[in-house]
C-alpha cells in the first residue's frame, strides 16, 4: 500500500469513529519515507524529533548522497545537514541547492531554510586549537538546529586561566559542549562550576598513551563532576545535537511549560 493509500485509510477510518484522532495520528508520525533502493530516507523524523534526517556522509558516494539530499529538500521544510563531508560533495550538492554552505573544517554542509531567528545559547568549548574540527562540527550542528551558538577554543587545562576568563558565558547557557582530547580533564572543570548540562566529547588527539581518544574518553566517563555526559571520540555532530536539543526544549517552538 502507497503512502497516499496509507493516509486515506487512516482518514476514512477516523472519519468512520473506527480510529480515534490520537492513534491515527501515532501511526501518521511514523510515516513515510522514501525508499531508493540504497537508502531509505525518513521523511518524518522531523516531526518525531524536530529535525530532519541528517546525512552521514562518509563511506557513501557523491552520488547517493545528492540522491538523499534531493529527497530531503523535497519532502522536508526545515534546515538541512549532511556531515563527514568532503569538497567533492560539497561542489554536487551546491549544484541542487545554492544555499548550500561548507565548513571545510567541519566537514559539514548546511542549508538553512529556517527563517526562525537562533534562541537560547549552547557554548562550544574546546580544549586545544587541534581539537576544533570535533569542536566545529559541534558548533555547526547546533546552529543548524536553530540555536544560537558561541564558541571558546584553545582554553585547556594546561592554562586554566583562559577558561576563567568566560565564566559569564558558562553562566549564561543552556548546554555547554566541552571537546578535549589528551586526558580530556577539560569537560570535569566546566562541569565543575557549570549550572547547566555538559556534554562532553572526547577526541583522538594525543599521544601515544591516549590511545586514540581512550583515554579522554574513559577520563570524561569517571568525571567526578556532576551533570557531564559523554558521546563517542570524535562525535561532534552527537555532542552538538545533544546540546541542540537541550536548548530547543528551553527556548525553542517546542519549549516545554
Known sequence: ?????TLKDLLG???SG????????NEIKSLPFSDLGFAKVDH?????QGFAEV???QGKTPNHISSITRVLLEENKGNILLTRATEEVFNSIYEIDNRAEFNSRAGTITIV????PPYGLVAVISAGTADMPVAEEARTTAIAMGSRVEHVYDAGVAGAHRLFQHRELIERSSAIVVVAGMEGALASLVGGIAP???IAVPTSIGYGASFGGLAALLAMLNSCAAGVSVV?????????????MINRMLHGKDARV
Open 13 to 15: 477510518k477516523v472519519e
Open 113 to 116: 531554510r529556517d527563517t526562525v
Open 44 to 48: 518524518h523524523r522531523e516531526l518525531r
Open 1 to 5: 500500500m502507497s503512502y497516499e493509500e
Open 196 to 198: 547547566c548540562p555538559v
Open 18 to 25: 473506527e480510529l480515534s484522532t490520537s492513534a491515527a495520528f
Open 55 to 57: 546525512v552521514f556522509c
Open 232 to 244: 563517542n571520540i570524535d562525535n561532534g555532530f552527537g555532542g552538538g545535537y545533544l546540546a541542540g
